[in-house]
């Protein structure tokens, strides 16, 4: 399922730069996660005090590093299959039930994103918030974390039609 340059099926499009950003995004976070820990074990170190809510944040970040690739990986076909039943079915059957995982991960998953956007208005209306020094608002991540979960079921839903 994967283009010779390790590129997403679907080449260039929508979906997949979309994913592309995702993935950027990602990776991002994982790199300002590991710099808030640095920064936060040398402040201590040297300085006796730490990064401002520096769990919070990498917490946060760390949503963010599991959510956004999903749909990219997907793409690439590298999530983890435990197959061992599976492989011992008629290939017929193993397609349907390989179809039915599509179908009820996107359903799954695709809902999860829908009542988490749901709820970013009241969030913000009712601004809701981390606990910690800094009160960092919640609904970014929450709407980091549904564009994730949606892209991951858009990615699903197209396998499904390119009957992967």
Do not use: K
Request: no cysteine; hydrophobic share 60%.
């Amino acid at each position: 399922m994967t283009a010779p340059n390790g590129a997403p099926p679907g080449g260039g499009g929508p979906l997949a730069r979309l994913e592309r950003l995702a993935e950027g995004l990602a990776a991002a976070a994982l790199l300002a996660a590991a710099a808030i820990v640095a920064a936060s074990v040398l402040g201590r170190a040297v300085f006796g005090a730490g990064v401002p809510d520096d769990v919070v944040l990498t917490g946060l970040l760390t949503v963010a590093v599991a959510a956004l690739p999903l749909a990219a990986v997907q793409a690439r076909g590298g999530h983890i299959a435990v197959d061992v039943a599976a492989r011992r079915l008629p290939p017929p059957l193993r397609r349907a039930v390989r179809r039915a995982g599509l179908v009820l991960g996107a359903a799954v998953f695709g809902a999860i994103g829908v009542l988490v956007a749901a709820a970013l208005p009241q969030a913000v209306a009712e601004g809701h918030h981390h606990a910690g020094v800094l009160r960092l608002p919640a609904w970014p991540m929450r709407a980091l974390f549904a564009a994730a979960l949606l892209l991951f079921a858009a990615r699903l839903l197209l396998s499904l039609r390119r009957g992967a």
